[in-house]
């Protein structure tokens, strides 16, 4: 697959994904804006699958948000 194949991306994305679900369950993040970040990565999810240009855009969106307020993003293999 080169990087450009949609279903490449689509996977990236998914993996991206299930980080970002899991970095949730961090004590470093507040209990009063845990629901708001879960509700942007539904919205997410659900863009997903239909554009995965425009959720890829809101993902990092999401991990410079997270990153601003919480602190850096968990490697994979946290």
């Not at 209990?31 to 890829?56: C, F, G, Q």
Request: charged content about 35%; overall charge negative; proline content about 8%.
């Amino acid at each position: 697959m080169t990087p450009q194949d949609p279903d490449d991306r689509a996977a990236r994305l998914g993996d991206d994904l299930k980080l970002a679900f899991r970095a949730l369950a961090s004590p470093d993040v507040a209990e009063d804006r845990r629901p708001d970040w879960h509700r942007r990565l539904i919205a997410i999810t659900n863009s997903a699958k239909h554009d995965v240009a425009t959720a890829e855009g809101r993902m990092a969106r999401w991990w410079a948000d997270f990153e601003a307020e919480v602190g850096p993003r968990p490697h994979a293999g946290d």
